[in-house]
């Protein structure tokens, strides 16, 4: 089975500083990886994935992710943080030989003006 | 249609009462998934459904859940005798297929009083 790690359950950054919000995965097999966005009161929104092939991944809003096989580990960045970005931030691992995906407890990352 | 709908968005439900909640995927989408998010945590699967066929209900918590799908598209997850401990949002989410990432709805807030 497939298990996800994030590390840091609250990051509060200043506005328009970098920011890294870290996931570590433990998997067997090859695996697919997500970042996914939670706004207050709403469902996940996918931000990026890695499926195969290069290692950094772009999405949307300016994040991007690096896929690091031996530290099995898919940090995600951003090198400019927006107010806007204030939210819940999920990390999940899912195999190539299964169906279900296997998230993270969510890091909440606070944008401060 | 262009999400995935489900309703209701909130549901108040005294201890004991059943309660059925309603996911519309994505119109093709094969694949359909329910996860489970108690607060502040990440999701936990529930169930998975390609087309009309069960295929995983490895994660339901107990013999009270029950989720169907008979015609392929609409899905509804019931619970029968809710108890406090069934207090989460519940997530639907479908997939074209398992390298493009899910797509949620906005959830169902259960909240057993």
């Known amino acids: 089975a497939q298990s996800v790690t994030q590390l840091d359950s609250q990051v509060p950054v200043f506005e328009e500083a970098p920011v890294e919000l870290r996931c570590n995965y433990s998997s067997s097999v090859s695996v697919y990886l997500f970042w996914y966005v939670q706004y207050p009161n709403q469902g996940l929104q996918l931000l990026l994935k890695?499926?195969?092939?290069?290692?950094l991944v772009k999405g949307i809003n300016g994040f991007e992710a690096e896929f690091n096989k031996s530290q099995t580990s898919f940090h995600l960045r951003k090198p400019s943080v927006h107010i806007s970005d204030t939210a819940e931030y999920f990390c999940?691992?899912?195999?190539?030989?299964?169906?279900?995906?296997?998230f993270g407890t969510g890091t909440s990352l606070t944008v401060i003006p | 249609g262009a999400g995935v709908s489900q309703s209701p968005r909130y549901k108040v439900a005294k201890r004991g009462q059943d309660v059925a909640l309603r996911c519309d995927p994505i119109?093709?989408?094969?694949?359909l998934f329910w996860y489970q998010q108690a607060l502040g945590q990440g999701p936990e699967f529930l169930t998975y459904?390609?087309?009309?066929?069960?295929?995983?209900k490895s994660g339901l918590p107990s013999d009270r859940f029950f989720a169907e799908r008979p015609e392929g598209s609409v899905s509804t997850l019931k619970i029968q005798r809710t108890q406090q401990e069934d207090s989460a949002v519940y997530l639907c989410?479908?997939?074209?297929?398992?390298?493009?990432?899910?797509?949620f709805g906005s959830g169902t807030r259960l909240t057993v009083v």
């Open positions: 459904f390609q087309n009309e066929a069960q295929l995983d």
């Open positions: 119109s093709g989408h094969v694949s």
């Open positions: 999940a691992v899912g195999a190539d030989t299964g169906n279900q995906f296997y």
């Open positions: 989410a479908s997939s074209l297929d398992r390298g493009s990432g899910y797509t």
């Open positions: 890695y499926l195969s092939g290069s290692t």
